[in-house]
Antibody
Framework: EVQLVESGGGLVQPGGSLRLSCAAS????????MTWVRQAPGKGLEWVAN????????YYGDSVRGRFTVSRDNAQNSLYLQMNSLRDEDTAIYYC???????????WGQGTLVTVSS | QSALTQPASVSGSPGQSITISCTGT?????????VSWYQQHPGKAPKLMIY???NRPSGVSNRFSGSKSGNTASLTISGLQAEDEADYYC????????????FGTGTRVTAL
């Protein structure tokens, strides 16, 4: 069974940093693109970042480019999102999702909540 | 990055058919057949309902169907049921340098 479990969320002050993790199981992480998506409270979904299987390509949304970095460790079946210079508007549930390679995601984790507030 | 445009809400009586539109541009929805649709119930993670415009994943009811014309994609729910009440989002690849992805603004479906 495919499972994605996010962790690392919590309360952080504006300007701070946080590293999210996504533990994958039930499939071989190394053969899939992976995606991070977020959802602010009461708002819609927002694409955050994508990463290729070998980390040779990474893409970011305009609102996080230059502040967030996506990475992965296929041997550890883990995906990461390093978030720096956090802002109030980064407050959201962050989901990791498996990308099929055909520009859509088929499995999602349950998400981890990040709250940026002083 | 501007979101794809969806109606805020769509409603219908149980058993009826409803259609949700997703309007983009020639750089995203109109560029390729890389439009997918997700269903999200309150407090839950999104679930894939349609991929590549009109394909249904295994396990998704055949009451859900997708189509596209020009820069607008559509999701149709036939025989609306109470369990279909949820938020629905379209998602598309967007060409450019760099390439990106974009969600729709989301549509709340209500069974009256």
């Amino acid at each position: 069974e495919v499972q994605l479990v996010e962790s690392g969320g919590g309360l952080v002050q504006p300007g701070g940093s946080l590293r999210l993790s996504c533990a994958a199981s039930g499939f071989t992480l190394g053969i899939y693109w992976m995606t991070w998506v977020r959802q602010a409270p009461g708002k819609g979904l927002e694409w955050v970042a994508n990463i290729k299987q070998d980390e040779s390509e990474k893409y970011y949304g305009d609102s996080v480019r230059g502040r967030f970095t996506v990475s992965r460790d296929n041997a550890q079946n883990s995906l990461y999102l390093q978030m720096n210079s956090l802002r109030d508007e980064d407050t959201a549930i962050y989901y990791c999702a498996r990308d099929t390679g055909s520009y859509y995601t088929d499995y999602w984790g349950q998400g981890t909540l990040v709250t940026v507030s002083s | 990055q501007s979101a794809l445009t969806q109606p805020a809400s769509v409603s219908g009586s149980p058993g009826q058919s409803i259609t949700i539109s997703c309007t983009g541009t020639s750089s995203d929805v109109g560029a390729y057949n890389y439009v997918s649709w997700y269903q999200q119930h309150p407090g839950k993670a999104p679930k894939l309902m349609i991929y590549e415009v009109s394909n249904r994943p295994s396990g998704v009811s055949n009451r859900f169907s997708g189509s596209k014309s020009g820069n607008t994609a559509s999701l149709t729910i036939s025989g609306l049921q109470a369990e279909d009440e949820a938020d629905y989002y379209c998602y598309s690849y967007r060409t450019g340098r760099p390439a990106s992805f974009v969600f729709g603004t989301g549509t709340r479906v209500t069974a009256l």
